[in-house]
C-alpha cells in the first residue's frame, strides 16, 4: 500500500486513508474483499490528480477539489500452484468500484498471470498483467505511477531474474498504457524499466 501524501495548502486537514479486509484461504488458493476510504484530501492532491485523471472543480489550488468522493471496495483472487519444487504458477485477479462516482467513471481492475522457476544458481519470474483504471476510482495521484496513474488501460510484460548465490536480482518489464478516454493532460504511454535488487544484506 502507498502513503498518503501529505501536501497541504494553509488551514486544510491533513488527509486520511481507512482500509478493511476481510480475507479466506484454500489450500492452494484465496481471496477476499476490501473496503477503502479516503477522507480530507487536500486541494494540492486535487490539483496534482487532475493531471493523471481524476475529474475536479477546478484546476489550480486551493480552488481544486475532487468531483466525487472516494468510498469503494475491492475483490481479489489469488491461485498459487506447486507443480514441482522448482516450479510454481500465480494468477491475481482484482476488481475495484468507486461506490459513489458513476459508471464508465468508477471501476479499475487487473489480472496478472505469473510462472516462477527456480534452481540453487537462479530464480527465473516472467509475468504479464493486465490493467485498466478508469478516471476517479481512486486519487490519481496514489495510483501507480508506472502504469500512468488514472484513465488508463494496458499490458505490462515482465522479467525478474534473481542469482542466490550471487546475492542480486534483475527486473525489468515494459509498460503499454493507452488512454481510455482523450485528455489534454495526459498521453500514451509506452516504457522500459530496468531494476537492480540486492537479496541479502547483512547490517
Not at 479486509?21 to 492452494?28: I, R, T
Not at 516472467?126 to 490519481?140: H, R
Request: hydrophobic share 40%.
Amino acid at each position: 500500500s502507498q502513503s498518503v501524501n501529505m501536501n497541504l495548502s494553509e488551514k486544510e486537514k491533513s488527509p486520511r486513508f481507512l482500509l478493511e479486509k476481510f480475507k479466506a484461504f484454500g489450500k492452494e488458493w484465496s481471496a477476499g474483499i476490501l473496503h477503502y476510504v479516503f477522507f480530507d484530501l487536500p486541494s494540492v492532491i486535487a490539483e496534482e490528480s487532475a493531471r493523471y485523471g481524476n475529474t475536479v472543480s477546478a484546476l489550480t489550488a486551493p480552488a481544486s477539489r475532487f468531483s466525487y468522493e472516494f468510498n469503494g471496495a475491492v475483490l481479489f483472487m489469488d491461485h498459487l500452484k506447486e507443480w514441482s519444487p522448482q516450479w510454481k504458477s500465480h494468477i491475481r485477479f482484482e476488481l475495484l468500484k468507486n461506490l459513489v462516482a458513476p459508471e464508465k467513471f468508477n471501476r479499475g481492475g487487473r489480472a496478472v498471470l505469473g510462472t516462477t522457476w527456480t534452481r540453487s544458481h537462479l530464480g527465473l519470474h516472467p509475468y504479464i498483467e493486465i490493467f485498466f483504471s478508469e478516471s476517479d476510482v481512486a486519487p490519481a495521484s496514489y495510483n501507480s505511477a508506472s502504469l500512468g496513474h488514472n484513465n488508463r488501460q494496458g499490458v505490462k510484460y515482465g522479467l525478474d531474474l534473481q542469482f542466490p548465490k550471487r546475492g542480486f536480482g534483475l527486473n525489468f518489464a515494459y509498460v503499454d498504457s493507452r488512454l481510455i478516454n482523450r485528455s489534454l493532460s495526459q498521453k500514451d504511454l509506452s516504457s522500459f524499466y530496468f531494476g537492480l535488487e540486492t537479496l541479502y544484506v547483512v547490517f
